[in-house]
């Protein structure tokens, strides 16, 4: 299955609005994503959107479909002791959830069901 992968809001919507009638079951899936950076106690911040379009005309079976993805780089996280541990953190953190309500309040605006997680390619999977 091919990705196409957006980092902006505005254009995966875009994407979708042009896909909505070919959206699988109207799932959109939107989560907030935190990974190692490598330095430490230091995560780097990401909102994440998939849902997955078949091609027009109702066939709902593979060959054709792909994979629409939104990665919203938000920004650093440092946590210490199991919490988030400075304003800038904090900052990155409440502009996470900002993002993703913003983004889920669209998306349900557009008739799209939103639901937590991330749809992945069976290759992306460990």
Excluded: C
């Excluded at 896909?19 to 909102?47: H, Q």
């Amino acid at each position: 299955m091919e990705t196409v992968k957006f980092n902006t809001v505005e254009e995966f919507l875009k994407e979708l609005e042009m896909e909505k009638d070919n959206v699988d079951r109207k799932i959109v899936r939107v989560t907030g994503l935190t990974a190692p950076s490598g330095m430490g106690p230091l995560y780097s911040l990401t909102v994440i959107a998939t849902a997955v379009i078949f091609p027009p005309g109702g066939s709902h079976a593979p060959p054709g479909k792909h994979l629409v993805k939104l990665q919203k780089g938000i920004g650093q996280i440092y946590y210490f002791d199991g919490k988030i541990s400075d304003s800038q953190s904090e900052e990155a953190w409440t502009r996470g959830k900002e993002v993703t309500e913003e983004l889920e309040g669209k998306l349900k605006a557009m008739g799209f069901d939103v639901r937590p997680g991330v749809v992945e390619l069976e290759s992306e999977v460990p």
